[in-house]
């Protein structure tokens, strides 16, 4: 069956940088776009943007731009999301998610990233 | 980007009843619309696709309407495993965009 893999907790500093993984399983890795979205605590979710794990090609929300890095490695079925000059208000559960014709039908577990001094 | 909204922002309702949660964008995304439920601590678990479609799994008192910009989700008759948050997104473009979330809780 189709899994999606996080890795876990990250406590940060403010400015440092974080670097979350998702390994994908069951399905074949480059036939679907991986998408990450965030959820500070309380609140609604927020997309970042996208993956294609076949070209490598990205696409990140504006809001990221120039601080969001995201990379795959197909060798092991992983993608990555790397966020820099991180603050407080990046603290939030990361997710990634599937997306097959246009639906996000499978998504990760959440990596919970907490910037704090 | 296509802003999506959803009403109401919170809904108390009981057992048994029926529950209508709407999400307008801001233009036409002709029916590519998605339905999300998330329980806390949980991630959100997909039940509508294409604005009407069930996916794979998801109890048939689940229900989705509209094109366009108007959207509507229905459940028939609420179960106590359905108070959750529910969002919807819009896949009609990139950047992806989801609604502000409704709040479905036990009265």
């Known amino acids: 069956q189709v899994q999606l893999v996080q890795s876990g907790t990250e406590v940060k500093k403010p400015g440092a940088s974080v670097k979350v993984s998702c390994k994908a399983s069951?399905?074949?890795?480059?036939?679907?776009?991986l998408h990450w979205v965030r959820q500070a605590p309380g609140q609604g979710l927020e997309w970042m943007g996208w993956?294609?794990?076949?070209?490598?090609?990205?696409n990140y929300a504006q809001k990221f731009q120039g601080r969001v890095t995201m990379a795959r490695d197909t060798s092991i079925s992983t993608v990555y999301m790397e966020l820099s000059s991180l603050t407080s208000d990046d603290t939030a559960v990361y997710y990634c998610?599937?997306?097959?014709?246009?639906?996000?039908?499978?998504w990760g577990q959440g990596t919970l990233v907490t910037v704090s001094s | 980007d296509i802003q999506m909204t959803q009403s109401p922002s919170s809904l108390s309702a009981s057992v048994g009843d029926r529950v209508t949660i709407t999400c307008r964008a801001s233009?036409?995304?002709?029916?590519?619309l998605n339905w999300y439920q998330q329980k806390p601590g949980k991630a959100p678990n997909l039940l509508i696709y294409?604005?009407?479609s069930l996916q794979s799994g998801v109890p048939s008192r689940f229900s989705g309407s509209g094109s366009g910009t108007d959207f509507t989700l229905t459940i028939s008759s609420l179960q106590p495993e359905d108070f959750a948050t529910y969002y919807c997104?819009?896949?009609?473009?990139?950047?992806?965009?989801f609604g502000q979330g409704t709040r479905l809780e036990i009265k």
């Open positions: 998610a599937r997306e097959s014709q246009l639906r996000s039908d499978y």
């Open positions: 069951g399905h074949t890795f480059s036939d679907c776009y």
């Open positions: 993956i294609n794990p076949n070209s490598g090609g990205t």
């Open positions: 233009q036409s995304i002709s029916r590519y």
């Open positions: 294409a604005a009407s």
């Open positions: 997104q819009q896949s009609y473009i990139t950047p992806r965009t």
